[in-house]
């Protein structure tokens, strides 16, 4: 069972550029959040699909949107790169809330972005 | 100020030691409490979750929560060489929320 991958692993970019990162949840999770990790920081939520709707969002700029395919995959994309948008960003995987118990957040490798 | 704070570190500790880790937060909503671990150019990987105040524990690895006093803990036993990583403590409001992170520990266990 295949667990959360995102694609690509790194990417180079200039300022002013637009990126657009690739996500592939673990089998049977239907939600997906996006999360931003500096180098030496904690990671920061971006924003959670669910249903192909934008749920939740973070404190991120309109630069930073995304999307939810029909079969739950995710797109981050992010607009007039700026020298602060390097960091490595994370996606995680998980199963709607059912009011039951804690469904847990599975984690991708993650995607460095480095904007010269 | 952050929402959830914790110590750098890093914390160096020999092999066996105990290591000890902890959160504090200021949002009173949290409910749910989560520790991952981060291995270099990893994404992190959830250890432990509680839910409200108390104590939990698994295996080498023991969670307690204090609502009253807003701070988490971590504590590993017989810490092993594969347990230098980076800490993470996070935390959400319900279970489907988004997750607040603190600024991680490095820890190094040494042989």
């Known amino acids: 069972d295949a667990g959360v991958t995102q694609s690509p692993t790194h990417l180079i970019k200039t300022r002013g550029q637009q990126v657009t990162l690739r996500c592939s949840p673990k089998s049977g999770h239907d939600t997906v959040s996006w999360y931003q990790q500096a180098l030496g920081q904690g990671p920061q939520f971006i924003f959670q699909?669910?249903?192909?709707?934008?749920?939740q969002r973070g404190n991120f700029p309109d630069r930073f949107s995304g999307h939810q395919f029909p079969n739950y995959s995710s797109e981050l994309n992010v607009n007039a790169l700026l020298l602060g948008d390097s960091a490595l960003y994370l996606c995680?995987?998980?199963?709607?809330?059912?009011?039951?118990?804690?469904?847990?957040?599975?984690f991708g490798p993650g995607t460095r972005l480095t904007v010269l | 100020q952050k929402e959830v704070e914790q110590d750098p570190g890093p914390l160096s500790v020999p092999e066996g030691a105990i290591v000890s880790l902890n959160c504090t937060y200021s949002n009173s909503a949290f409910q749910y409490f989560m520790w991952y671990r981060q291995y270099s150019r990893k994404g992190p990987e959830l250890l432990m979750y509680?839910?409200?105040?108390g104590n939990k524990e698994d295996g080498r690895f023991t969670a307690q929560v204090d609502k009253s006093s807003k701070y988490i803990s971590l504590f590993i036993r017989d810490s092993q060489p594969s347990d230098s990583a980076t800490y993470l403590c996070?935390?959400?409001?319900?279970?489907?929320?988004?997750?607040?992170f603190g600024g991680g520990t490095r820890v190094l266990v040494k042989p």
């Open positions: 996070a935390m959400a409001w319900a279970a489907g929320n988004k997750l607040t």
């Open positions: 509680t839910y409200s105040s």
């Open positions: 995680a995987s998980s199963l709607a809330y059912t009011g039951r118990s804690y469904n847990e957040q599975f």
């Open positions: 699909y669910y249903e192909e709707e934008e749920r």
